[in-house]
C-alpha cells in the first residue's frame, strides 16, 4: 500500500467519524509510518518532541488509537505495562516471542505457521485483516 493509498485509508476513517485530517494527525501518521520496530506512545512522543514537533501527549494518545481502529497500526500488549504499536501495513506477518524474565521480545515468521493461521480462519469462515500472535516464555539468555 502505498503512503497515498494509507492517507487516503485514513482521511476516508475519519470522515466517517465525522473527524478532519488535521496538520497534527498528518504529522502523528506521517512519524508511525517511519518506524519499523515495536514503539510505545512515549518512544514516538520523545521522538516527535526530539525531530521539533510539539504535538501533545493527550493529542498522540487519541490519535494511536484512531490509527488502530482505522486498521493502520496494530496495538499489542506484551506485557510491559504499556501498549506497544507497529504499523499494520507494509510489514510481513509475523509472530511475537517474549521473555517473562528479561521482557526482550523477538519478531519470527514461519511460513508452516502462518499458513496454519488463516487455514484455521478458512475453515471457520473468517477473513483475517491481520494477526498477533504472542508467546510468553524464556529467551536463550534467561534460561
Given at each position: 500500500?502505498?503512503?497515498?493509498?494509507?492517507?487516503?485509508?485514513?482521511?476516508?476513517?475519519?470522515?466517517?467519524?465525522?473527524m478532519?485530517?488535521?496538520?497534527?494527525?498528518?504529522?502523528?501518521?506521517?512519524?508511525?509510518?517511519?518506524?519499523?520496530?515495536?514503539?510505545?506512545?512515549?518512544?514516538?512522543?520523545?521522538?516527535?518532541?526530539?525531530?521539533?514537533?510539539?504535538?501533545?501527549?493527550?493529542?498522540l494518545?487519541?490519535?494511536?488509537?484512531?490509527?488502530?481502529?482505522?486498521?493502520?497500526?496494530?496495538?499489542?500488549?506484551?506485557?510491559?505495562?504499556?501498549?506497544?504499536?507497529?504499523?499494520?501495513v507494509?510489514?510481513?506477518?509475523?509472530?511475537?516471542?517474549i521473555?517473562?524474565?528479561?521482557?526482550?521480545?523477538?519478531?519470527?515468521?514461519?511460513?508452516k505457521?502462518?499458513?496454519?493461521?488463516?487455514?484455521?480462519?478458512?475453515t471457520?469462515?473468517?477473513?483475517?485483516?491481520?494477526?498477533?500472535?504472542?508467546?510468553?516464555?524464556?529467551?536463550a539468555?534467561?534460561?
Open positions: 500500500m502505498t503512503l497515498a493509498e494509507i492517507e487516503k485509508r485514513y482521511r476516508d476513517y475519519l470522515s466517517k467519524a465525522d478532519l485530517y488535521t496538520k497534527e494527525r498528518a504529522l502523528i501518521l506521517q512519524s508511525v509510518l517511519s518506524r519499523n520496530d515495536h514503539f510505545s506512545a512515549d518512544d514516538l512522543l520523545f521522538h516527535m518532541h526530539a525531530e521539533g514537533s510539539d504535538v501533545s501527549r493527550a493529542t494518545y487519541r490519535n494511536l488509537k484512531l490509527l488502530a481502529k482505522a486498521g493502520l497500526l496494530i496495538e499489542a500488549d506484551f506485557g510491559h505495562g504499556h501498549i506497544h504499536y507497529e504499523p499494520a507494509g510489514s510481513n506477518p509475523h509472530e511475537h516471542l521473555c517473562t524474565k528479561c521482557g526482550a521480545v523477538t519478531e519470527v515468521s514461519t511460513a505457521l502462518d499458513e496454519a493461521i488463516y487455514q484455521a480462519a478458512k471457520q469462515g473468517f477473513q483475517v485483516e491481520h494477526h498477533l500472535l504472542k508467546v510468553f516464555g524464556l529467551c539468555k534467561c534460561q
